[in-house]
C-alpha cells in the first residue's frame, strides 16, 4: 500500500523560508509523479508544482506554476523515496495546508482527480 507524509510545515514570517518533504513509501518512487498542492481557507486546492516522471524516456521533468515561479522550487530524491519543496520569500498569500500527491504511471496533471494517492497534509502559516 503506497502512503504519502508530508512534514516541513509550520509558521514563518512574511520573507522567510520552509522546506516541505513528502515521503512516499510502499512503492519506489522513481515510478511516480508527485505534485505539491495547497488549500488556503475558502479556496479551492491549487497545484503549486509538480516532478514529473516522462514514461516513454523514463526522465523527469519538473513544473512550476507562475505564481510561485521563482520562489518555490521542487526537487525529487528517488534513493530517499523524497520530493521536496522549497519555499523562499514566502508572503501572506502562500498560507495553505500543502499536500503532496501521486499518480503512476502516467505525466503530471492539474487536475487532482487523477492523483492517486495524497498525504494528510501539512499547515503553512505565513504571518506580516
Known amino acids: 500500500q503506497v502512503q504519502l507524509v508530508e512534514s516541513g510545515g509550520g509558521s514563518v514570517q512574511a520573507g522567510g523560508s520552509l522546506r516541505l518533504s513528502c515521503k512516499l513509501s510502499g512503492d519506489a518512487l522513481n515510478y511516480w509523479s508527485i505534485g505539491w498542492f495547497r488549500q488556503a481557507p475558502g479556496k479551492q486546492r491549487e497545484r503549486v508544482s509538480c516532478?514529473?516522471?516522462?514514461?516513454?524516456?523514463?526522465?523527469?521533468?519538473?513544473y512550476t506554476e507562475d505564481s510561485v515561479k521563482g520562489r518555490f522550487t521542487i526537487s525529487r530524491d528517488n534513493g530517499k523515496g523524497t520530493v521536496d519543496l522549497q519555499m523562499n520569500s514566502l508572503n501572506l498569500e502562500d498560507t495553505a495546508v500543502y499536500y503532496c500527491?501521486?499518480?503512476?504511471?502516467?505525466?503530471?496533471?492539474?487536475?487532482?482527480?487523477?492523483?492517486?494517492?495524497w498525504g494528510q497534509g501539512t499547515q503553512v502559516t505565513v504571518s506580516s
Open positions: 516532478s514529473s516522471r516522462d514514461t516513454s524516456t523514463t526522465d523527469y521533468e519538473d
Open positions: 500527491a501521486a499518480r503512476r504511471p502516467s505525466i503530471c496533471s492539474e487536475d487532482e482527480a487523477v492523483y492517486r494517492y
